[in-house]
């Protein structure tokens, strides 16, 4: 591959609602560039960007994929994204990575929440937009309708470029309002014909782009109002400005299997999507100050890891993207996060699974590096100009399962290989429950977690299955209760003699309290220690289902001892004794753990959501109204109610609404409930 500068690569994610068609445009744009000599197709499992095992089994992107094409003089660096939330992590690296994002919609679906969210998300990270309406080969395809759907969500930024004139539900030819030209084609190569006698409609869309260009220059704009007429240089021009500025938003349409459309999109993805060298700089924090880091080959060498790979035989890959100056082999920078210094490995060109190893990478480009310590996230810079660039925002996990090894004694491999997926995956998380004792697993929803498990076994050799964690529940009691417990032993030589009265009643707080009213030396004061550390023992686990007990309060108030008998071991069990006879007397109860219920849904579907959290025994504390015509719902919620809760979410508003769900604290378990979870913690313990 040539040696381009920052003026000639635009690094572009490619971007969507799953199935609208990302990952065939991106394999249209490499055919059409010489990258590749066949079309390949998701449903064959033959693209370059979809080659994990995985992917192809599901036919469907799940991580971040970089295909690097170079068409007229321009590197174009497409990050082809995941567009299933469950992998959402992509979209966020890819978008990051890029300087401008290339939203593919769905010519029969319209605008999507994929494709609103990919869009917000790009607007947030100023990220330059174009639209590509796919699949117009098919049958119900509309594009004009689909242009109404885009205005209607993302304003009057929206500025068709290229349409196609539709003749008997069928499109005829593809007109490019730009140079004024009407195309067919015929095996994937394009044919000038005459312009369609569809004039008004034409008209109209032109100078709806005359004016968006007048809104970008001041002489432009004298121009538009004058009557004169843009040059084709002044048009290029002006869009050029208002897609860097993020005023115009160009739409295109076509088809990626027929390759209709797709020339006339890499020609105006060259001319008007700024380049890396336009859009490739970033502000840092150096010290306490707010420093621009322009992309600049002559620079100090600044990069931004933003994916990261765990190979098990490779070992790690990190894709960094270049900011300033350039990389080589051996390099020495320092990692801003660690503090630690870094070493450049072999640099490596990546196109899908494909790898080209290269001398050097300069400003504005994007490669591989093998064998860094870095994880996603970090900034490497040259030690004199220390700076660190903004860590992405990646979504947080919102479903967890507990991890049961198939194969006994796997428990460390499942935790090293956990480990290793952790360092590619930010948005998934793994903790030992201390309380439970198993292995809780969280990520995204259903799928991410069994494609986690999928990549377990295939990358780690370690087979798992998944499970509902187990509820930490508590127990405590509700009243007070006085209890004797004597423990007597007589076995040939020393006996065993410990006997302890102990007031047990309820009181605030997590940890047992334990106190001592023994008068006249009852008890000894030496086994008090014993009698304590045999109760603290004890309520490790309740008299009703085996939980822990809280909210205990135990005070010895009297006993008797033998001069030879007793023994520490003797007040022990003795404490234990007592345990088990005063609590059943306490009117003990279940606690279950409650969290606090964060919820964004949009306002259509606020109705069903209140009805859902009731369903959940939640209770709402109040509504409050947000943007984008979303409605935040603030609730409480057992725990135990809400293992699907991520997947409701996402199916009741087709993915756009989001939740955070944290533990708040522990209530009294309703009294029909109890009976359950007894039993299904008796058959736990079976």
Known sequence: MKDYSA??????????????????LVEAMLFKAGCTDRLGKVADGNTVSDYDTEEIKRRASLSLSIDPVEFQNTKINLLDTPGLFDFALGMSEGIRAAGSVLIAVSGKSGVTVGARKAYKMAEKMEKSRMIFVTKMDQEHADFYKVLEGLKANFGPSICPLVVPFVQDSKVQCYIDLVEMKAYTYENGSRKEVPMPDSEHRIEGLVNAISEAVAETDEVLFDKYFSGEKYTHEEMIQGIHKGVFDGTITPVFCGSS???????????????????????????????????????????????????????????????????????????????????????????????????????????????????????TGDTLCSPKKPVVLTKTEFPAPCYSMAIKPVGKGDESKISQGITRLLEEDPTLSFVIDNETHEQVLSGLGEQHLDVTVAKLKSKFGVDVTLEPPTVAY?????????????????????????????????????????????FGGAVPRNFFPAVEKGLRDCVKHGTLAGYPVVGLKAVLVDGSYHPVDSSEMSFKMAASLAYKAGLPQASPIILEPIGKLSVLVPDNTTGDMMGELNKRRGRVLGMNAAEDGMTEIEAEAPMSEMQDFATLVRQMTQGSGSFSFVFERYDPLPSNLEAAVIENSKAKEE
């Open 257 to 375: 299997f027929t390759m209709e459309g797709i020339d006339l999109l890499m020609e105006d993805m060259v001319e008007m999507l700024p380049s890396a060298g336009e859009k490739g700089g970033e502000e840092g924090i150096s010290g306490d100050d707010i420093v621009e880091v322009p992309c600049d080959e002559s620079g100090d060498p600044v990069a931004y890891v933003f994916k990261t790979i765990a190979d098990p035989f490779v070992g790690k890959l990190s894709y960094v993207k270049v900011i300033s100056g350039k990389l080589a082999p051996d390099t020495e920078l320092v990692n801003m996060t660690t503090g630690q210094p870094e070493k450049i490995g072999k640099l490596l060109f990546i196109r899908g699974k494909k790898q080209e190893e290269i001398k050097q990478i300069k400003a504005g480009d994007i490669c591989a590096i093998s064998k860094l310590s870095a994880n």
């Open 474 to 518: 508590r127990e405590t009691i509700r009243k007070k209760v006085k209890v004797q417990g004597k423990h007597k032993k007589q076995s040939g030589g020393h006996g065993q003699y410990g006997d302890v009265w102990i007031e047990f009643e309820p009181c605030d707080g997590e940890e047992m309290v334990f106190e001592e009213k023994v």
């Open 7 to 24: 003026n000639n690569i635009k690094n572009v994610a490619v971007v969507g609602h799953g199935g609208s068609g990302k990952t065939s």
